[in-house]
């Protein structure tokens, strides 16, 4: 069983960066793949990036790339992602998530944090 709470959301006007953290418990976060998704007002939950256990892989959508980055610290239990030159587009209910296999599905979430991006 694996909790995940997330943190660092808030409101910040476009080409701003911010750091959201994403905080597990128990003693085998390093066995997980983590990833993060975001849902936007009326739309589906879409993938943004993830993050193999060991960090040798990362993948991100295509609408974050260059942008975006996300980094995890294992003996923290911690995954990060960085947001830097924020748009609009990118405001959503960020969540993260853990899984078993890289490019499987996701077991556990967490309950999400809010970034709203103004123009």
């Known amino acids: 069983q694996v909790h995940l709470v997330e943190s660092g959301g808030g409101v910040v006007q476009s080409g701003d960066s911010l750091r959201l953290s994403c905080a597990a418990s128990?003693?085998?976060?390093?066995?997980?793949?983590m990833g993060w998704f975001r849902q936007a007002p009326g739309k589906e939950r879409d993938f943004v990036a993830s993050?193999?256990?060991?960090?040798?892989?990362?993948d991100y959508a295509d609408s974050v790339k260059g942008r975006f980055t996300i980094t995890r610290d294992n003996a923290k239990n911690t995954v990060f992602l960085q947001m830097n030159n924020l748009k609009p587009e990118d405001t959503a209910v960020y969540s993260c998530?853990?899984?078993?296999?890289?490019?499987?599905?996701?077991?556990?979430w967490g309950q999400g944090t809010q970034v709203t991006v103004s123009s």
């Open positions: 128990g003693r085998t976060f390093g066995s997980y793949v």
């Open positions: 998530a853990a899984g078993q296999l890289y490019g499987g599905s996701w077991d556990y």
């Open positions: 993050i193999s256990r060991s960090s040798l892989r990362k």
